[in-house]
């Protein structure tokens, strides 16, 4: 449980390259003397270049939302992992549910890609949440520990130090309908448990977990409340002027 929160921006498909460079230039002289937070944000792709440019000095890193899992070939229309560090990110953010609904990526496909991402020196937001039926089925804790168990297969005590997992109910993706502190709390300490269970105490206490869904100015502060959150993954409200 990290005393800064991780605080990363999810800007999906939003902003073209002019627009990305003058938001960052008005955002960063927000936080460039006072930031007591750790600051993510994930541009689209063909923006990366551009800010990691005006990004330079300010206590802003930068990340991708996506990256194929091999490290280069044959892929057309894809993105690899050395191509997005050389671009300036830090961090990735894979298994994203909107990637795993409308690309169909399954937990398989994104542990091939975690392994890439870390074996980069990437850090990687692994994003994970259950669906509104699933919830309402009570199966969002076998979901939690399914995801986990299969997306982080074969990634060692070095490789788990470099990931961050973001909960993220798909039902409050976007939807303006988040989980309540002690929804989100209760989830994130079913993730404690099995990070304690599949590697030890310390990656338990020591891995960053962060909420994501319809986080915004207003619950934010509720959210970050409570002991097992550790920041938050932000969609909409991240890149509203
Ligand atoms: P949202 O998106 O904040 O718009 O709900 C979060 C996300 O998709 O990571």
């Given at each position: 449980?990290?005393?800064?929160?991780?605080?990363?921006?999810?800007?999906?498909?939003?902003?073209?390259?002019?627009?990305?460079?003058?938001?960052?230039?008005?955002?960063?002289?927000?936080?460039?003397?006072?930031?007591p937070?750790?600051?993510?944000?994930?541009?689209a792709?063909?923006?990366?270049?551009?800010?990691?440019?005006?990004?330079?000095?300010?206590?802003?890193?930068?990340?991708?939302?996506?990256?194929?899992?091999?490290?280069?070939?044959?892929?057309?229309?894809?993105?690899?992992?050395?191509?997005?560090?050389?671009?300036?990110?830090?961090?990735?953010?894979?298994?994203?549910s909107?990637?795993?609904?409308?690309?169909?990526?399954?937990?398989?496909?994104?542990?091939?890609?975690?392994?890439?991402?870390?074996?980069?020196?990437?850090?990687?937001?692994?994003?994970?949440?259950?669906?509104?039926?699933?919830?309402?089925?009570?199966?969002?804790?076998?979901?939690?520990?399914?995801?986990?168990?299969?997306?982080?297969?074969?990634?060692?005590?070095?490789?788990?130090?470099?990931?961050?997992?973001?909960?993220?109910?798909?039902?409050?993706?976007?939807?303006?309908?988040?989980a309540?502190?002690?929804?989100?709390?209760?989830?994130?300490?079913?993730?404690?448990?099995?990070?304690?269970e599949?590697?030890?105490?310390?990656?338990?206490?020591?891995?960053?977990?962060?909420?994501?869904?319809?986080?915004?100015?207003?619950?934010?502060?509720?959210?970050?409340?409570?002991?097992?959150?550790?920041?938050?993954?932000?969609?909409?409200?991240?890149?509203?002027?």
């Amino acid at each position: 449980m990290a005393a800064k929160k991780l605080i990363v921006a999810n800007w999906k498909m939003n902003k073209t390259a002019k627009e990305a460079a003058s938001f960052i230039t008005d955002f960063k002289k927000l936080v460039f003397n006072e930031n007591p937070n750790e600051i993510v944000i994930c541009p689209a792709f063909i923006c990366l270049n551009e800010s990691k440019k005006l990004l330079k000095g300010a206590k802003i890193s930068l990340g991708a939302q996506n990256m194929h899992f091999e490290e280069k070939g044959a892929f057309t229309g894809e993105i690899s992992a050395s191509m997005i560090k050389d671009a300036g990110c830090k961090y990735v953010i894979l298994g994203h549910s909107e990637r795993r609904n409308y690309f169909s990526e399954s937990n398989e496909l994104i542990n091939k890609k975690v392994k890439t991402a870390l074996k980069n020196g990437l850090k990687v937001i692994l994003c994970i949440g259950e669906s509104l039926r699933q919830r309402e089925n009570s199966e969002t804790m076998n979901i939690i520990q399914n995801q986990i168990d299969n997306c982080l297969k074969t990634v060692g005590g070095e490789g788990i130090r470099n990931v961050i997992i973001a909960y993220e109910p798909v039902w409050a993706i976007g939807t303006g309908k988040n989980a309540t502190p002690e929804q989100a709390e209760e989830a994130h300490q079913h993730i404690r448990k099995i990070l304690a269970e599949l590697y030890n105490a310390i990656v338990s206490k020591d891995t960053r977990i962060i909420y994501g869904g319809s986080v915004n100015a207003d619950n934010s502060k509720e959210l970050f409340s409570m002991e097992n959150i550790d920041g938050a993954l932000i969609g909409g409200d991240s890149f509203v002027v």
